[in-house]
T-cell receptor, first 112, second 114 residues
């Protein structure tokens, strides 16, 4: 079945460092790919998404490119801030179902 | 526009007790769903609904019941709580549930079963 694998955390960075969180997926069809973010004590909210191969999603300085050839959707940000500290979830939604499948989440801690 | 709301925020149950977790949305979304979040496992789909009167099982449905009598509400029922149901529960909604749509999540209900 469909699945999402993302790097284990926690990831600890200093402010203004470069961020990469790896995400790879397995899917039989042509899924849409998402990054959701969960700030402490809150629910999840969409960070960015891409619905077809080679699309780049971007928001708040974060970017991710839908790479079908490597089945990846890695999240990047050039300069992280303390306020980016959160848990980041990679997810996919297959076109043939109503289900959103999540990775296990990666906790990011940014130190001043 | 309140978005997706969930009550209660926190609940403690004893094994065997029953309870209903409430979820409501005011965005006129047809699709609603319930997830549980456990450490190291991400979010797993419990049940979902594509419209009033229509529900279906997700990945981990055992021990949970749902019904959808209105577009706005999608309660989750635990008939006989077990310690394995200790988790954080999130309700989510979207317009139709199609693959490319954004899901909107509630703030969560933290449940502890003793």
């Amino acid at each position: 079945g469909d699945s999402v694998t993302q790097m284990e955390g926690p990831v600890t960075l200093s402010e203004e460092a470069f961020l990469t969180i790896n995400c790879t997926y397995t899917a039989t069809g042509y899924p849409s790919l998402f990054w959701y973010v969960q700030y402490p004590g809150e629910g999840l909210q969409l960070l960015l998404k891409a619905t077809k191969a080679d699309d780049k999603g971007s928001n708040k300085g974060f970017e991710a490119t839908y790479r079908k050839e490597t089945t990846s959707f890695h999240l990047e940000k050039g300069s992280v801030q303390v306020s980016d500290s959160a848990v980041y979830f990679c997810a996919l939604s297959d076109e043939s179902s109503y289900k959103l499948i999540f990775g296990s989440g990666t906790r990011l801690l940014v130190r001043p | 526009n309140a978005g997706v709301t969930q009550t209660p925020k926190f609940q403690v149950l004893k094994t065997g007790q029953s309870m209903t977790l409430q979820c409501a949305q005011d965005m006129n979304h047809e699709y609603m769903s319930w997830y549980r979040q456990d450490p190291g496992m991400g979010l797993r789909l419990i049940h979902y609904s594509v419209g009033a009167g229509i529900t279906d099982q997700g990945e981990v449905p055992n021990g949970y019941n749902v019904s959808r009598s209105t577009t706005e509400d999608f309660p989750l029922r635990l008939l006989s709580a077990a310690p394995s149901q200790t988790s954080v529960y999130f309700c989510a909604s979207s317009y139709t549930g199609l693959a490319q749509e954004t899901q909107y999540f509630g703030p969560g209900t933290r449940l502890l079963v003793l």
